[in-house]
């Protein structure tokens, strides 16, 4: 049974920037693609961002250029660096864990998601 548990949520000003973490347990950490997602108040949860055990990386259109996901295999971590956060962008953050590296986008294929951090950008 892989874990994951997230850190870095806070609260930050519009324009600024977080770095979120999701550190890993329990699993072959290189094995799995790891995304991350979101979801505002009032709304689904949306894709963020993926990565594979290969580094293939993958993006919603909305954070292209501004956020960047990493992952280190050896402390079997995975990063969302977010920059120019916008308010519209407040919500709880979560990180997830999957087999395979099809179809990354697809919520419903990951298997494993940690509680969630909250991020909060004020205006």
């Known amino acids: 049974q892989v874990q994951l548990v997230e850190s870095g949520g806070g609260l930050v000003q519009a324009g600024g920037s977080l770095k979120l973490s999701c550190a890993t347990s329990?699993?072959?950490?290189?094995?799995?693609?790891m995304g991350w997602f979101r979801q505002a108040p009032g709304k689904e949860r949306e894709f963020v961002a993926a990565?594979?055990?290969?580094?293939?990386?993958s993006y919603a259109d909305s954070v292209k250029g501004r956020f960047t996901i990493s992952r280190d295999n050896g402390k079997s971590t995975v990063s969302l660096q977010m920059n120019s956060l916008k308010p519209e962008e407040t919500a709880v953050y979560y990180c997830?864990?999957?087999?395979?590296?099809?179809?990354?986008?697809?919520?419903?294929?990951?298997?494993?998601w940690g509680q969630g951090t909250q991020v909060t950008v004020s205006s």
């Open positions: 329990g699993g072959t950490f290189s094995g799995y693609t």
């Open positions: 997830a864990a999957r087999r395979g590296t099809a179809r990354t986008v697809v919520e419903t294929l990951y298997d494993y």
């Open positions: 990565i594979t055990w290969t580094g293939t990386t």
